[in-house]
Structures are given as C-alpha cells and as structure tokens.
C-alpha cells in the first residue's frame, strides 16, 4: 500500500511489517514492525497508523479498532462480546467449541485466521500476498522478493524524538486549580475550657488550597497576629497541602475544577497573599476582618466569586485599603 512519502507492506493477515519512506529520495529511511501471534509488538512504535491484522492502532489507550469492536492485543480478546450467536447448536454438543468465547480472537488461530470487522473470522490460503500492492494476488515467493530488495538498499534509520520529561510536558500545557476550604474553630475562655468544653463559637474559618501552573500545591490562608485572637490580620502562604489545621482534607465549599485558564487567575491570588498587609487591618473574630473576609478578598482577586461558606463570620466585611 502506498501513502504520502512511502510504501507499507503488509504480510498475510494484513499486519504491517514494514514502512519504507522516500520522501526524500535518494535517500530512503525504513521502519520494521515485529508483532507476537495475537499482535502485541515485540518492540514498541508509534501509535494511530495501521498495524496489527488491518486494524489501526490508538496511541493513547493501546486498543485496535477492528470497524466494530476493540481488540487489545495484550490479551489476545475484543473488549466487547460478538453480537453474533456462536455456531454450536447446544453447550453439551458443540461442533465448533472456540465459537462460544464471544470475546476470543479468531477462536485462538491468529496464525491462519484474520478478523477485519471484528465481527466473521476469515481463513487465509498459504498464496495470500497481501504485499504492498491490492491485494493478494502476488503470492508469497514475489512479496519477499521484493522486500529483500527494498531492505538490501542502504538506509537509514528513522530517528525517534527522545521522550519528554514530566516538567517539559507540565510547562507546554499546564492545568491549575482552587478550591475554597473551611473548617471548625474551636475557641473558648479558659475559664469556660476548665470545666472540660473546648468550643463555644459556632463559626468556621475559611482558606484557600491551589495549584498553579509548575504543578505545586500552596495553601493561602489568614489569622491573627496573636494566639489569643487579637492583633492585626496577617496572611499566609504555604507551599504544601498543609499548614497545620488548613489543609486539603478539610471541606470543599466551592472548586474551579481543573483547567489551563485557572492558571493566570491562581498566579493573581498568590500576589495578593503574599503582597497582603500585615499591620493594616486589626483583627476582629466576630465581623471581621478576619480570616473570612481575607478569604473572599484572594478569590476575588484571581476573578473567583464563590458564594459565602456556611457559618463564615466576617465574609463580607469590607478592608479599605486607602
């Protein structure tokens, strides 16, 4: 078969064995494809072109498309069954027993036996050609002729590109994400603490969990200055999927999903943490500014507006910073 800048020669059951490429004459490249009996390669090449039994190849998942079904050549079987009844009148009296596994490949004889459609087997006479031409009229004795001819030329072989890192493909297309976190604040006087309850405050506090566009996690969060809840607001970035209590396992109120346009909106929030002021605002746990109300000023600052988590004290306090 002859394609732009070469010519494919297939052996009987319609297998490529062999891509020799001419575009540029004089010099011609070639490419040799070895497959075991149910068509799993001996040595791995690129995928979506023709190659094992007629079927074409899919680079992504390893299946063949065989017109109705998928076959994995790893495994010898289609992944779905054969519409088709099998041949056999009864279980206990089968004239043909390998007819009854409707996911076998041609009921285990790849050797003289070809299945285009996925759907009728096919024999294959000794004399079928297949070669490069149209069909198999050619023989066996004239198809290896010519590849001997073809393969005593000398080539060249066909250089691979080498593999890329997993940081090479992140920096071409990368994905980021946020996702709006709360969590329970325990707080009680110590006097209150004494007589062994350790939370009197219905409220939550909520952060950010991100991933920008290297593919690093950070968390972006606020608090007070002081332990004892006083002082001024401060922010907070971590590199990690946690800083202390803040950390990814806590609840999801809202997501972006996974996407490359977050990244731009992510790198926004990032500036606005780590640019945030930290003697400007005093801290007020009840209405705010608090951690809440920084929450919802980073999402808003990489274009998120997500509604107000539950029990959020101080989301909607506003910080001036004229």
């Given amino acids: ?105 041609v009921e285990g004889d790849p050797v003289n036996y070809n299945d285009p459609q996925g759907l009728n087997l096919q024999f294959l006479d000794v004399a079928d050609g297949g070669g490069g031409g149209g069909g198999g009229g050619e023989g066996l004795l004239t198809y290896f002729a010519r590849l001997l001819r073809l393969i005593s030329r000398p080539v060249a072989p066909i250089r691979q590109p080498p593999p890329k890192k997993e940081e090479e493909r992140e920096k071409e297309d990368p994905e980021c994400f946020a996702q709006l976190k709360y969590r329970d604040v325990e707080w009680a006087p110590d006097t209150v603490k004494q007589l062994g309850i350790q939370d009197i405050l219905p409220i939550n506090h909520a952060f ?70 930290q003697h400007k605002f005093i801290y007020d746990a009840a209405s705010g500014p608090n951690s809440n109300t920084a929450a919802r000023y980073f999402g808003r600052a990489g274009g998120f507006n997500p509604s107000q988590p539950p029990l959020a004290w101080g989301w909607g306090a506003y910080l001036d910073f004229n």
């Fill in 1 to 105: 078969m002859i394609f732009a800048g070469g010519t494919v020669f297939a052996d009987r059951v319609g297998s490529v064995r062999l891509r020799v490429y001419a575009a540029n004459a004089p010099t011609v490249t070639w490419e040799r494809h070895g497959y075991y009996p149910y068509g799993e390669e001996k040595t791995a090449t690129a995928g979506n072109r023709a190659k094992f039994g007629t079927y074409t190849r899919d680079a992504a998942t390893g299946l063949d498309y065989a017109d109705q079904r998928y076959y994995g050549s790893g495994v010898g079987r289609f992944l779905t069954s054969d519409p088709y009844e099998a041949r056999s009148g009864l279980p206990t009296e089968p004239s043909e027993p390998q007819s009854w596994n409707r996911f076998a490949y």
């Fill in 208 to 277: 950010w969990w991100v991933q920008d566009r290297t593919g690093t996690h950070h968390i972006i969060s606020a608090g007070p200055a002081n332990s004892n809840a006083t002082g001024h607001l401060q922010a907070f970035v971590v590199v990690g999927d946690a800083n202390k209590q803040d950390h990814a396992g806590q609840l999801t109120h809202w997501t972006s999903g996974l996407s490359a346009s977050d990244c731009n909106p992510v790198e926004r929030m990032l500036t606005a943490s780590r640019g945030f002021p």
